[in-house]
């Protein structure tokens, strides 16, 4: 395990979650939109952010469509709650029905879990273009590491639709109004995305808080194995839930295949999604920034220097907003088709500046971990997922095991 350097920390003493599912009928909670695909509304109180996934650009939207998006939560709690996304959309989504219900096999749901959300105490809701909503809370609790299934009747869209492109997870959609059957029949579609889904809340036990990690597709988690929750984030949130010593037990994964640090292209920079896609969400403490390869890779002459100044632009942007980093360095990909001396110059030079430079709080020192002793610029083939840029899920689990628990409690001001 690699020792970050802290600035600011704070430990804590909690039992992990042992919490039961039952997710029950409504309550009312106020819910905020927001003009613009930068713009979020205020988390609810208490809520901590138990998965996320960060949105882009999914191609055209289709109406009279059902999705039963399969996924994980990190830590557990109570009022659960969905966040909806129309970040990316150009005219109203109207989401007829949504439910949230325990996850059994293929579309299949545990008989008896599947739940109503509402929004504004209204079954449906329509979100304006650019718009995200939080659903009221579910009363009732949801236990950490749950396998759930949240199901979107869309009654009508258009356009770009919003969502999530590579989920390494099997979800589902069909055709018609589905949202309310735990029966699997009806979705004959397999999907490799989510869509219009982008965080999942609960109140969380008191003094619990979560983590976010920024960044590409290794965070997205290519390369690891589908329907296994085996991206480095996920071994990260296991460690955290064994931990009785970690508060920081929710863990959202903002990593978007393709991303870079300072141009569009796969979604947008990291640096125009960072208040959408961190700091908007509910009860986090941390953020690992883990990007910049898809920036030097790119062969589009960007310098040390200017990857160095967006780094310093996130970190200073998650300190005002209270919340500390952990700052990663960058994986070593020679023998990727884009590899060349001088992108490695910078990687060397920006890996130095993380490691030395003290602007984050911590440092997660991936590119030791994972580099080969043979060959500094490698991956060693033991973690190399097979195209010497994204590790496999050996490569992944050293990845989270390398980061110190201590580092995510770290607390600002």
Request: with cysteine; net charge neutral.
């Amino acid at each position: 395990m690699s020792a970050p350097v802290r600035r600011t920390a704070r430990l804590g003493l909690v039992g992990a979650l042992t919490l039961a599912v039952t997710l029950l009928g409504p309550a009312h909670v106020p819910s905020a939109g927001a003009a613009g695909p930068a713009a979020t509304p205020p988390p609810p109180a208490k809520s901590v952010v138990t998965w996320a996934a960060s949105a882009d650009r999914l191609g055209d939207a289709a109406g009279d469509r059902s999705y039963r998006l399969v996924l994980r939560t990190s830590t557990g709690g109570k009022a659960l709650r969905i966040r909806v996304s129309n970040a990316f959309g150009d005219r109203p989504l109207v989401i007829g029905s949504a439910y949230a219900g325990l996850h059994d096999s293929g579309a299949v749901l545990r008989r008896g879990s599947n739940k109503r959300l509402t929004f504004g105490d209204e079954p449906s809701v329509t979100l304006a273009p650019g718009e995200i909503r939080y659903s009221d809370p579910l009363p009732g609790k949801v236990a950490a590491m749950s396998d759930l299934a949240v199901s979107l009747y869309v009654r009508e869209a258009g356009g770009p639709a919003s969502g999530h492109g590579m989920a390494m997870q099997t979800s589902y959609a069909t055709s018609g109004e589905h949202a309310a059957e735990e029966t699997g029949g009806a979705y004959t579609e397999r999907l490799g995305s989510w869509f219009y889904l982008d965080a999942v809340t609960v109140d969380a036990d008191r003094g619990a808080g979560g983590v976010v990690t920024l960044g590409d597709s290794i965070t997205d988690g290519w390369q690891s194995s589908s329907d296994r929750n085996l991206r480095w984030p996920d071994y990260l949130a296991r460690r955290l839930h064994a931990s009785p010593a970690a508060t920081v037990k929710g863990v959202a994964n903002a990593g978007i295949s393709g991303n870079k640090v300072l141009a569009d292209g796969a979604a947008q920079s990291a640096l125009g999604r960072l208040d959408r896609d961190v700091l908007s969400l509910p009860g986090v403490r941390t953020v690992v920034l883990f990007e910049g390869v898809n920036d030097l890779k790119s062969h589009s002459g960007v310098t040390a220097a200017d990857l160095i100044a967006g780094y310093r632009d996130i970190i200073d942007r998650s300190h005002a907003a209270g919340l500390c980093v952990v700052s990663g360095t960058v994986l070593p990909f020679k023998g990727w088709s884009e590899w060349d001396a001088q992108a490695e110059a910078v990687r060397t030079e920006v890996n130095e500046w993380i490691r030395t430079s003290g602007a984050a709080d911590a440092v997660a020192d991936f590119d030791k971990v994972l580099r080969s002793p043979y060959d500094a610029q490698r991956i060693l083939p033991t973690f190399d997922g097979g195209d010497h840029l994204h590790p496999n899920d050996k490569g992944m689990q050293a990845m989270a095991d390398s980061v110190a628990l201590p580092s995510l409690e770290c607390e600002r001001g």
